[in-house]
């Protein structure tokens, strides 16, 4: 039995399971670790390979561990579910990951700087509460339709509904429900204030950073996009093509594919949600005014005419994201494509 030179950790929230083995692979550490006392416990090793699951706290737990001098690498849980035996513990856990973790076909979640993991907290943030004032103004206006009370689609049918919450000689609503629909109003209109600072806070990140200035000269990207491209993507250079990038993210059709016969689906709508999701909003709303300019946009004009426009904004999404990998691999800013006229052409030739 020799030293530990492979190291396994499934990170819960109070107790973590560690497995280690040797060069040869025989079992040197099979135990269970407070929280309390992670990083004292591996202070006392020799530096040796780490694999994690990238799971919730692993970014932080893998810079700590790099802090102290091993080799900490994270993998995703779908890929090292592979490797798991029999039965479901936290001691199984481990000792897959301490299995996947040495494969030379494993692929890796690069680790997150602090900085990153900072400002992707300001989009999580925002994202939610987002989502929380949809869910305060769903709640006021069908509050207000039970008593008759509907206004139309939009800010303005919105503010003619607080405008009946908040102004008391309105008699068409009851005491009681005045009084539950401006608690309604007063956190609608706090979500609001926190919306706007968060929104200042992206928009200061965003000017003080390169890349992100250099991903919001491409069409359809804008701050919230590129910032949110720039914190999530950790090294442009680990994916070898713009393909890989937009496969990450799950912008590639699905394959189920056999006998040498090609079967594509829609989207594998794999990787990080919210990144997919910015982008085929961004896509959308240049679909949306393609046909404005045809010649800016030919290929999307040309495909608009045989596919539906949702179809044609994931496929825009694609290469949105492709672009975004090649401005922040290369180290180069957005050139629009140009395209020659008929009139250049004739006097080309």
């Known amino acids: 039995m020799g030293e530990v030179s492979t190291i396994g950790v499934d990170i819960a929230k109070s107790v973590f399971q560690v497995h280690g083995v040797d060069a040869d692979g025989t079992v040197v550490i099979r135990r269970r670790v407070g929280r309390a006392k992670i990083l004292e416990f591996f202070s006392k090793l020799r530096p040796c390979l780490v694999g994690m699951e990238a799971c919730a706290t692993a970014h932080h737990w893998a810079r700590e561990l790099k802090k102290l001098g091993h080799d900490a690498l994270l993998m995703p ?3 090292v579910k592979a490797y798991l035996k029999r039965g479901k513990n936290d001691a199984a856990d481990a000792a897959a990951i301490c299995e996947a973790v040495t494969r030379p076909s494993m692929r890796f979640v690069p680790i997150k700087s602090v900085e990153q993991q900072s400002t992707l907290m300001l989009h ?11 869910q305060l103004i769903n709640a006021l206006r069908a509050h207000l339709a039970e008593l008759g ?3 139309a689609k939009g800010r303005e049918g919105l503010c003619q509904l607080v405008t009946v919450v908040t102004e008391c000689g309105d008699e068409r609503l009851p005491s009681n429900a005045r009084f539950a629909c401006q608690a309604i109003v007063g956190q609608l209109h706090a979500v609001q ?4 600072g968060l929104d200042k806070r992206i928009t200061q990140t965003h000017r003080a950073n390169p890349d992100s200035k250099r991903l919001d000269a491409i069409p359809g990207f804008g701050v919230i996009l590129s910032t949110a491209v720039v914190a999530t993507m950790t090294d442009p250079k680990a994916f070898k093509t713009g393909r890989e990038f937009a496969a990450w993210i799950g912008l590639v059709p699905r394959q189920n594919s056999t006998g040498g016969k090609d079967r594509l689906g829609s989207i594998s709508k794999q990787g990080d949600r919210y990144l997919r999701r910015l982008l085929v909003v961004g896509a959308i709303s240049i679909v949306r005014t393609a046909r404005m300019w045809p010649d800016k946009y030919p290929w999307l004009i040309e495909l608009l005419g045989r596919r539906p426009a949702k179809v044609v904004a994931v496929a825009l999404a694609n290469k949105m994201a492709r672009v975004a990998w090649a401005v922040l691999a290369k180290g180069e800013t957005y050139r629009a494509p140009t395209r020659l006229s008929n009139a250049a052409i004739t006097v080309a030739a």
Do not use: G, N
Not at 124 to 134: K, Y
């Open 77 to 79: 849980p779908t890929y």
């Open 124 to 134: 999580r943030t925002r994202d939610l509460l987002i989502r929380q004032r949809t």
């Open 149 to 151: 009370l509907v206004a």
């Open 193 to 196: 204030t926190q919306i706007s």
